[in-house]
């Protein structure tokens, strides 16, 4: 069964713009990462937090935890059409395992 | 490194036909996991290893579906025989513990049963 679950599932935003993504799961975790898949790739590792973390940045991006909430978000700043991608949470919750979302399609226009 | 490596990228093949994918993970990574992504079900896990040995095989649809990891640098999925229903992409990754379980993924493997 899925854990997390993006919103929204799809994004159209402009060059420049800043792009917000949240995902929410349902069981506890050890950590949530984020990944984005490019048209015909695979998954690419973006970021990962910790679940005694509340926030974290690399580069563009910044992420929050909400372990009360059971809920995390993915932020873009001044985004690029590069960025035109899916963009999936997963949850680790002890097991090795990483269950993904469906994903979120994030549309960047020049 | 070269990464996770998939072969083949593509595969085009007749329902009833046996289909092998194959898989090189990273070198010095201790798990491995075979996914299956479509537009209806999304990203599934089908099955993973740690240090060759099949841990979790839930996801394993059918008795069709079988995967096996005879040393640390190659896995194979194998379907027989092929149905329709199996098209879909194919993703291998891999992970090590030091890693904190970040997996990284290979190209995948498209697979088209008609």
């Known amino acids: 069964s899925q854990q997390g679950e993006e919103d929204p599932q799809a994004l159209s935003i402009q060059e420049g713009e800043n792009a917000t993504m949240n995902c929410s799961y349902k069981?506890?975790?050890?950590?949530l990462q984020w990944y984005r898949q490019n048209s015909g790739r695979g998954l690419v590792h973006l970021i990962l937090?910790?679940?005694?973390?509340r926030e974290k940045h690399s580069g563009r991006l910044r992420v929050t935890l909400d372990t009360s909430k059971k809920s995390s978000s993915l932020l873009i700043t001044a985004s690029r059409a590069a960025d035109t991608a899916s963009y999936f949470c997963?949850?680790?919750?002890?097991?090795?395992?990483?269950?993904f979302g469906k994903g979120m399609k994030l549309t960047v226009n020049p | 490194d070269a990464g996770v490596i998939q072969s083949p990228r593509h595969e085009v093949t007749e329902m009833g036909q046996e289909v092998t994918l194959r898989c090189k993970p990273i070198?010095?990574?201790?798990?491995l996991f075979w996914y299956r992504q479509t537009m209806m079900r999304g990203l599934e896990l089908l099955i993973y290893?740690?240090?060759?040995?099949?841990?979790?095989d839930s996801g394993m649809p059918e008795d069709r579906f079988s995967a096996k990891m005879p040393n640390a640098s190659f896995s194979t999925l194998k379907i027989q025989p092929s149905e329709p229903r199996d098209s879909a992409v194919y993703f291998c990754?891999?992970?090590?513990?030091?890693?904190?379980?970040?997996?990284?993924f290979g190209a995948g493997t498209r697979l088209s049963v008609l």
């Open positions: 290893f740690n240090n060759n040995v099949p841990i979790d």
């Open positions: 997963a949850t680790e919750g002890g097991s090795e395992k990483l269950v």
């Open positions: 069981t506890s975790i050890n950590n």
């Open positions: 070198s010095g990574h201790n798990s």
């Open positions: 937090i910790r679940s005694n973390e």
């Open positions: 990754a891999s992970s090590s513990r030091q890693g904190q379980q970040v997996q990284y």
